[in-house]
């Protein structure tokens, strides 16, 4: 249970954050007496605690969404930025919907190496660095388009790779368009939520069945969901202030870092891949 609700802190601390929460709890598992990697079921069940942050938090955004949305299916004069905003949402989430669903073994099993996630944490990092830097800051969410919410959809995809992060391509994506920070950061908020919660929900749904997920037990689990929920709150509050004045190089810094230490252990043998 101790170690359940320290990883149900570091899901909250990381999720939101462009450092990858799956790299953070691969890597936490490492630390652990038992070295055990927490499991990709795991991870994503944490999740919903977090995208429930995320619901809650933009709860009359998400309501005004959906109203719009659903009124516009009969009514063409409902149509308006919010029921636009309702189907970029939809569509860009069909990529990771669809990769997720036919790699999900791959995902699952190939992709939890050390060394690809140490070498995302790096090469994303960078990425991440250069688009901010160079990406222009002059579009709002009013100016997202079809195109680019496949863009998003696309770069959002890439984060079923540990290491990747959700947030971290998603906003890559966003300040390469020329949106700001503010907006690619709300649109990746956003555009998580279907992705998360469908994925989510169908993990808890295989862990009811065989009742244990990963090396935690159901109990452990939700315990480690709440925790998430509760400290993903309030790093939503603080990350919407902090970029509103700053940049994402500490961040950048930090998983260029961090990716480059597990690497150097990984290669002398202090760790196992």
């Known amino acids: 249970m101790f170690e359940a609700i320290i990883l149900g802190i570091i899901q909250g601390l990381t999720e939101f954050i462009p450092i990858s929460s799956s790299a953070h709890l691969r890597l936490a598992g490492e630390v652990f007496p038992n070295a055990l990697d927490p499991g990709a079921m795991f991870t994503a069940i944490t999740q919903i605690g977090t995208e429930l942050a995320v619901l809650i938090y933009f709860r009359k955004d998400i309501v005004r969404i959906i109203t719009s949305w659903i009124a516009s299916l009969t009514d063409k004069s409902a149509r308006n930025q919010d029921s636009r905003m309702g189907w970029l949402i939809i569509v860009g989430s ?32 960078l990425l991440l660095g250069a688009a901010d830097r160079y ?4 579009k709002d969410l009013s100016q997202l388009n079809i195109k680019h919410g496949i863009l998003y959809g696309i770069a959002q995809s890439l984060a079923l790779i540990p290491g990747v992060s959700r947030s971290g391509a998603t906003i890559a994506m966003g300040r390469l368009l020329g949106y700001s920070r503010e907006a690619a950061l709300r649109y990746s908020f956003l555009l998580a939520l ?13 862990a009811l069945s065989d009742d244990q997920v990963a090396v935690y037990s159901l109990p452990e689990t939700f315990v480690a969901t709440l925790i998430a929920f509760i400290v993903g709150y309030f790093v939503i509050a603080w990350l919407l202030k902090f970029i509103t004045t700053r940049s994402f190089a500490p961040f950048i810094i930090y998983r260029v870092l961090l990716g480059t230490v597990v690497l150097v252990l990984l290669a002398t043998g202090v760790l196992q891949p």
Do not use: C, H
Request: proline share 4%; aromatic share 14%.
């Open 94 to 125: 069909v990529p990771i919907v669809v990769i997720g669903y036919l790699a999900q073994d791959f995902i699952t099993n190939e992709l939890r190496s050390l060394w690809i996630i140490a070498s995302m944490m790096v090469i994303f990092g």
């Open 135 to 138: 990406g222009s800051r002059i």
């Open 194 to 206: 279907p992705a998360v919660f469908g994925s989510g929900f169908y993990q808890l749904k295989s």
